[in-house]
């Protein structure tokens, strides 16, 4: 096969390429509101029609969002992430759990494996966290700070970025769950379930890969049924 001369990148895409720079690198985090067209124009020394195309191409890749009348911010902090999150919308809480048990399995049976000490210490602070939360919001942000130290123990890039962009997801997942469990009048269930935690991270703690993958997949499990006791509850009103 005859290769063809590399073509040289465009105005539009070597913008773009800048603007992903300061997103990917955390100069613009997300949330952040970017500079306003002229002031891009000034800083960048194109003209106005091809910053609007970058950041339309930004937009279509969902990195960007154009808030009318208020102007344009960071969306995601990468195209990956904003693919993912456009996914998560369109899944229901039945199929986020199930991609939690695979990525929250194999993010526990690696951390068993390359946990360091501090590592055990955040996994421990949030734990102490979640078991004396008096309110439904504290609990579920502590659950979700507790799988992310899990997952950040794994020491695998790939698997933590995967992780940070389905945060929402996940977090709501969490809050589905949980929520049955707290106003339950069979507090035993409740009880159970912070006990699961436990297990979890005594396991990663004992450096034991096979038996934390295992606690992981009885907690989500754990979930699903209290999914399931809702969705029945829901039903039969």
Known sequence: MKLRQTARLTLVEQVVGQIDGLIRSGAWPVGTRIPPEPEL???????????????????HSGMLETRQGDGTYVNSSSDLGAALQRRCRR????????????????????AAIRRTDEDV????????????????ETYIEADMKLHQAIVKAAYNSM??????????????????????????PDSQRFAEHKQMHKQMVENIIAREPEASMLAVRAHIEASQQALQIRERGESDE
């Open 121 to 136: 210490e955040e996994m421990k602070r949030w734990l102490s966290v979640s078991a004396a939360a008096q309110t439904i």
């Open 91 to 110: 899944s229901n809480t039945v199929e986020i759990l199930e991609v939690r048990s695979a990525l929250e399995q194999e993010a526990a049976r690696l």
């Open 159 to 184: 698997l933590a970025e995967l992780y940070e962009h389905m945060t929402d997801a996940i977090y709501e997942s969490i809050g589905e769950s949980v929520q049955h469990l707290i106003f339950s």
């Open 41 to 59: 124009v000034q800083q960048l020394g194109v003209s106005r029609n091809t910053i609007r195309e970058a950041v339309r191409a930004l937009v």
